[in-house]
């Protein structure tokens, strides 16, 4: 009986360690299962995570572009206005300096009544820098085409304003609006010189 004994406890042994592999081995193939799920599942959350941040960097670049391209825009436009600004001013200085010479402020005074019917009445305001000097002349002037002119107080900005008593239209030659007359005219051209 003691070979059946040993025996069959070798058996029991050889039975357990063979069952005991087999739980070890399914075990282990269970574990590479379950590792491979989570490896995959990790993969596959860090491949949404980066698709996600791609197109978060995406779509900030593309806020980041727009932007830059409205700030471009805006500095561009500035830039335009303020050499605009610079223009005007400079060729305000030029007419107002025109303006302010006897002969010239004659001849517009001149050109503006070859247009009018005669025997009017003017009020007319010149330039507080030559009006003084001037008023003489420019009611001799006025004498010339048969129409009379009263000086009013004298004006504030270089050139002159007229108007026919009685009528509302007022012909304003002062370095405002000869300026803003050429501005309208050059602007266009100023406008196609910077856009170049």
Do not use: C, H
């Amino acid at each position: 009986m003691g070979t059946d004994v040993a025996s069959f406890a070798k058996q029991l042994r050889e039975d357990g360690i063979e069952a005991a592999k087999q739980e070890a081995a399914k075990i282990l193939a269970d574990a590479r299962k379950e590792a491979e799920k989570i490896i995959n599942s990790a993969k596959s959350e860090a491949a949404r995570v980066e698709k996600e941040a791609q197109t978060r960097i995406s779509q900030n670049k593309s806020s980041a572009d727009s932007e830059m391209r409205m700030v471009a825009r805006d500095i561009v436009i500035g830039f335009k206005k303020k050499i605009e600004e610079i223009g005007t001013t400079l060729l305000k200085n030029k007419v107002s300096d025109t303006l302010n010479q006897g002969e010239v402020l004659k001849m517009a005074i001149s050109e503006l009544l070859k247009n009018q019917q005669t025997g009017k009445n003017w009020e007319v305001a010149l330039s507080e820098k030559i009006g003084e000097p001037l008023a003489q002349v420019v009611v001799a002037s006025f004498k010339e085409y048969g129409a009379t002119a009263t000086l009013t107080a004298g004006l504030k900005k270089a050139g002159f304003e007229a108007r026919a008593v009685g009528d509302n239209e007022v012909f304003e030659v002062t370095d405002e609006s000869v300026t803003e007359s050429f501005r309208k005219l050059l602007s266009p051209e100023l406008k196609k010189l910077l856009d170049a």
